[in-house]
């Protein structure tokens, strides 16, 4: 059984602050890793995607992965009210043909 | 990033109407389209992998005769959903694979279905 662990939230963050966001999975073969966002009755927009250990910055946002813990963060830098989303967690465990195994996501709430 | 067309967007529907749901790749080919469903306060959960010009694979518990899946070609995939019931309102959305290896999914904008 494949499954994504997101603690749920509310996750509150002052603007201008860092929000840091969790996710655990439990397949150790899981090879793919994505941070999507969704806003409420919005389909998810990808921000995020790693591949391999360590960092992968893209503007404000960095995605952390390590493999050996099977963990996967992102980092949201200089947080806007408009970051204020649900933040979903996603991990394909085969090598492309499989679809996505989303967490239940974090829900972020940016404090002007 | 890659657009996905999903429509409708919203559809109401009486119980035992089957209702049809087109998600369309705009500007890349995709050999492979996902379909998803949302329920309230849950997550995305993966319904089927659609196949362009072979069956559908479906998820445990997914029932395939009444989610009928059909890839006819690079760019199109529908989903319909016979005779539905109340249960079955839900969020579904469509996602297609841009590339190979790297398994990026854009998402369409999906598809509220309440069934009355």
């Known amino acids: 059984q494949k499954e994504v662990e997101q603690n749920s939230g509310p996750l509150s963050v002052p603007e201008g602050a860092i929000a840091s966001l969790n996710c655990t999975y439990s397949?150790?073969?899981?090879?793919?890793f994505f941070w999507y966002r969704q806003y409420s009755g919005k389909s998810p927009e990808l921000i995020m995607s790693i591949y391999s250990n360590g960092d992968k910055e893209d503007g404000r946002f960095t995605a952390q992965l390590n493999k050996a813990s099977q963990y996967v963060s992102l980092l949201i830098r200089d947080s806007q009210p408009s970051d204020s989303a649900t933040y979903l967690c996603?991990?394909?465990?085969?090598?492309?043909?499989?679809?996505?195994?989303f967490g239940k996501g974090t829900h972020l709430i940016i404090q002007p | 990033g890659a657009v996905v067309s999903q429509h409708p967007s919203w559809v109401i529907c009486k119980s035992g109407t089957s209702v049809k749901i087109e998600c369309r790749s705009l500007d890349f080919q995709a050999t492979t389209m996902f379909w998803y469903r949302q329920f309230p306060k849950q997550s995305l959960m993966l319904m089927a992998t659609s196949n362009e010009g072979s069956k559908a694979t479906y998820e445990q518990g997914v029932e395939k005769d009444k989610f009928l899946i059909n890839h006819a070609s690079l760019t199109l995939s529908t989903l319909t959903v016979t005779s539905a019931h109340p249960e079955d309102s839900s969020f579904y959305i469509c996602?297609?694979?841009?590339?190979?290896?790297?398994?990026?999914?854009?998402f369409g904008a999906g598809t509220r279905l309440s069934v009355l």
């Open positions: 996603a991990v394909n465990v085969g090598g492309g043909a499989d679809g996505l195994t």
């Open positions: 996602s297609a694979r841009q590339g190979s290896g790297k398994n990026i999914q854009y």
């Open positions: 397949d150790r073969g899981s090879q793919s």
